[in-house]
């Protein structure tokens, strides 16, 4: 099996509202499989279906790094139903290779989700998994990582995305 491929920023799917996942069936858990396995090639943490060109509501995360063993979530239709504190961290995105840029996101999140087995699920997250949740479902409503950033750090980071954007719609 290939790895996808991970949509780069100037993608007009990367801004779009991922649809409801109306049926769990073996095409959504084959596509979470490789959505898993193409993540993990690339080296990241977390991929919504929106990155590799499908507008449907479903996310992988897997937090290990490096050898570290993460635990792994395939989440179909998250949302948060409940946030609180507020924590600034560096945080970087597949979508935008090799640029990173402090956003201010609430420290604790809940998030209610379906599992592949279609079963209801909740978790209250903090740290990384709080982070990669909120990041990964702001993907899946076409919300990026830079449009939270500060003005100042957009303005210092606009001449690599204006070359990532290009190089992109080039393509």
């Not at 779009?16 to 109306?22: E, G, N, Q, S």
């Not at 690339?42 to 509501?57: D, H, P, S």
């Not at 209610?112 to 990041?135: D, F, K, P, S, W």
């Not at 919300?143 to 210092?156: E, G, M, P, Q, T």
């Amino acid at each position: 099996m290939k790895n996808m491929n991970v949509l780069k920023y100037g993608s007009p799917l990367l801004r779009k509202k991922a649809a409801k996942i109306t049926k769990i069936d073996l095409r959504i858990k084959k596509l979470a499989e490789e959505m898993l396995k193409s993540m993990h090639a690339c080296k990241g943490i977390g991929l919504a279906a929106n990155q590799v060109g499908i507008l449907e509501r479903l996310v992988v995360i897997d937090t290990g790094r490096g050898d570290k063993k993460g635990e792994v979530f395939c989440l179909v239709n998250p949302e948060i139903t409940a946030f609180e504190g507020n924590a600034r961290f560096e945080e970087g995105c597949l979508s935008f290779p090799e640029i990173y840029a402090d956003v201010e996101r609430p420290s604790k999140v809940t998030v209610r989700y379906q599992e592949l087995t279609g079963a209801m699920n909740e978790i209250t997250a903090e740290g990384v998994l709080a982070r990669v949740l909120q990041h990964e479902i702001d993907h899946l409503n076409g919300i990026l990582f830079v449009d939270k950033i500060s003005k100042i750090k957009y303005l210092l980071l606009n001449k690599q995305l204006k070359e990532l954007e290009r190089n992109t719609r080039g393509k």
